[in-house]
């Protein structure tokens, strides 16, 4: 029995309408721009002063946004205005995009003008217009049949001033409702004036995600309205690396959702369609319970849904967030996050576990939670899997991942909207007391180093768990034995630059413990550089280095995200074949600090020396006021990763040097 209730003939009639348009959207015709005038609910924004505010080498004087709901119709208005200040800005300009989805959206444009020497001319030519369907999203194997209409301005010259306005009518109709959504208040470039104007036939609530800002409420004749009128609106500052939950942008988002449980509810239509499987994936089943037990079967189940189904999604109309059923998906061989989350949840349901879809935000995570309940919230879907009193958060579309669901790589989402009946709220995805959800490496290195000859032999054996051992495997999974090997040895000449392969890089894989041990060998010439007459010997924590960096923009205003979290070893054995005459101190050293914690301990008895490096993270992300501090506190564990010493052979310049000075010693008291 399904573990998801029917909810209504009403719900299931809705669905079986919005399928039947799916054959009027394969062969609809070709898509086209229309012009006309704007809708009768617009009005033009209050008049600005021309504000002389710029960022770059175009002044932004308008962007004016204006949307319009009445239960499922929605309708977007924008109207920009814009003027070169140069040719870089022309040539910034020149090109309109505008895009939009033919299936259930229609773009009407009403302007395009040119204002020069004080008189505005007509630009906009129908026919001028060239349609054509965007491919960025298929880099991420989704196809939307999204498309975009280009429409390329001649004889642009610095200080024109052009405006062109446009409306997409229509919306999604897998929405019961379209009176939600989020309109952003700045950008990368600054603006004279941001104009936002939303009217809805429900009163709505709104937040922002930065900074409040006025808005002005009225209940008009077309609806509910909400204004928001800015000026001088000043560019955000260019800046990467920042975490999840920090958005520089800032943005009115508003909803008509009351709470969490009438979004659950929606998604619970969308989850409530034929779940029947194959009789053949049926049998299959069967076998694995009677040969594996029930847990067995529920590894070999997700095992096919991550590795046999593969990540592909043609998301038209409805499908963007109805999934496909079991069925579909096993006979097409691929599928989407819901595709792969509803199969995994007919497969388990089989064999008597239980297990829903998830909705989640890849994205955002835990920061939904600040977030008002609509469906634009959830950017993906995973499975919740409940099996001998314990919970599982799986994802269908991970691959590389180990065979058994209790060692898997666990992926912290953080929040979901389980869909399954009663759902209402957003529930915490616990973070598991092991390290499922940790990085962890462990590397050991071996040396055998020839002082005198300043060369040596090493060998590399690295051991991956977990999320790591995933990382990996999905590493050697995409790569050719040549470019694995590449690789492998040019990290390594970062340091040692007369290093060389003797063999392939290697491995073995544990998919029950989900682990991997990776082998490399290598001869390194040259090793230590000849420094005042002396070799000195530098041995690096390099796998620990290799998760630290330094940002791009050093002086920001956003946080500075981390990788976190961290569990990393480095041990380092050299057996010298010459004789040690100075070393960096034995002692331990430790650098802690809010950020990471970073151990170093050494020892040397006889001629073999033993370096060991912990390191652990313990933030996720820096305050920018702390960040000369962590720079600091990087320039030290980069020090720190470094462990030197002077040695020398039984040939090498020292030695030769030394007996010279001895000899001219005993010839000068000789005489």
Request: overall charge negative; some cysteine; proline content about 5%.
């Amino acid at each position: 029995m399904s573990h998801i209730a029917l909810t209504s003939m009403l719900t299931l009639a809705r669905l079986l309408a919005l399928t039947l348009l799916l054959p009027a959207i394969a062969v609809a015709k070709a898509p086209e721009v229309t012009v006309g005038p704007a809708p009768a609910w617009v009005v033009p924004p209050p008049a600005a002063p021309i504000d002389e505010v710029h960022s770059g080498a175009v002044r932004y004087q308008l962007s004016n946004s204006q949307v319009f709901h009445r239960g499922t119709q929605k309708q977007y208005y924008q109207q920009l205005v814009m003027e070169p200040l140069n040719q870089q800005g022309v040539q910034e300009v020149s090109e309109l995009n505008f895009e939009f989805y033919p299936s259930y959206e229609q773009l009407v444009v009403h302007e395009i003008s040119i204002y020069r020497d004080g008189v505005k001319t007509n630009r906009l030519q129908v026919e001028a217009f060239k349609l054509f369907q965007t491919e960025e999203e298929l880099d991420s194997k989704l196809y939307s049949e999204r498309w975009r209409a280009l429409y390329i301005l001649e004889d642009i010259r610095p200080g024109d001033i052009i405006t062109y306005a446009y409306t997409v009518d229509g919306s999604n109709p897998i929405f019961e409702r379209s009176d939600f959504g989020s309109l952003p208040l700045n950008w990368g470039a600054a603006v004279g004036q941001r104009h936002v104007r939303v009217i809805s036939d429900k009163p709505i609530r709104y937040r922002f995600n930065n900074a409040e800002v006025p808005v002005a409420t009225a209940n008009t004749e077309h609806g509910f309205e909400y204004l928001i009128d800015l000026h001088r609106v000043p560019a955000i500052p260019a800046e990467s690396q920042f975490p999840h939950w920090h958005e520089p942008q800032n943005y009115f988002q508003y909803t008509g959702y009351s709470n969490w449980r009438e979004v659950s509810d929606w998604a619970l239509g969308l989850y409530d369609i034929d779940r029947a499987l194959p009789d053949a994936m049926k049998a299959s089943l069967d076998q694995w319970r009677a040969d594996l037990g029930v847990l067995g079967a529920v590894n070999r189940a997700v095992r096919l849904v991550q590795e046999d189904i593969r990540y592909f999604g043609i998301e038209l109309g409805i499908n963007s967030h109805l999934p496909r059923t079991p069925q579909e998906t096993l006979n097409k061989r691929y599928g989407d996050c819901k595709d792969k989350a509803l199969l995994m949840t007919a497969m388990l349901d089989h064999l008597g576990v239980e297990s829903y879809p998830a909705l989640v935000s890849a994205s955002r995570r835990e920061a939904i939670d600040d977030d008002l309940p609509s469906p634009n919230a959830f950017d993906h879907v995973i499975n919740l899997i409940r099996i001998d009193g314990h919970e599982y958060w799986v994802d269908g579309t991970a691959s590389a991942q180990g065979a058994d669901i209790r060692n898997k790589g666990h992926f912290d989402y953080e929040r979901a909207l389980v869909v399954r009946p009663g759902s209402r709220t957003l529930v915490t995805i616990a973070t598991p007391s092991d390290d499922r959800s940790t990085l962890t490496a462990a590397t050991e290195e071996r040396f055998a180093i020839d002082a005198g000859a300043n060369t040596a032999n090493l060998t590399i054996q690295s051991t991956f768990n977990r999320l790591k051992a995933e990382q990996a495997r999905q590493y050697f999974r995409s790569l050719d034995q040549r470019q694995v090997n590449s690789n492998h040895a040019n990290f390594l000449a970062q340091y040692y630059p007369g290093v060389q392969s003797t063999g392939d890089v290697t491995f073995t894989d544990d998919l029950e413990q989900n682990r991997m041990v990776v082998t490399e060998a290598y001869q390194i010439d040259r090793v230590a550089p000849l420094i005042s007459a002396r070799r000195i010997f530098t041995l690096y924590g390099s796998s620990i280095a290799s998760y630290l960096f330094k940002p791009e923009e050093r002086i920001r205003h956003s946080p500075l995200a981390l990788p976190h979290p961290l569990r990393l070893t480095h041990q380092i054995f050299a057996e010298i074949q010459g004789e040690v005459l100075w070393q960096d101190p034995a002692k331990a050293t430790v650098i802690e600090n809010p950020w990471f914690r970073l151990s170093r301990e050494a020892s040397l008895e006889d001629s073999a020396l033993a370096v060991a490096f912990e390191f652990e993270s313990k933030a996720e992300f820096v305050n920018h006021r702390d960040l000369p501090e962590y720079l600091a506190q990087l320039d030290k564990l980069d020090e720190a990763l470094q462990y030197r010493f002077w040695a020398k052979g039984s040939d090498s310049g020292e030695q030769r040097s030394s007996r010279e000075m001895k000899n001219l010693i005993k010839s000068l008291i000789r005489k």
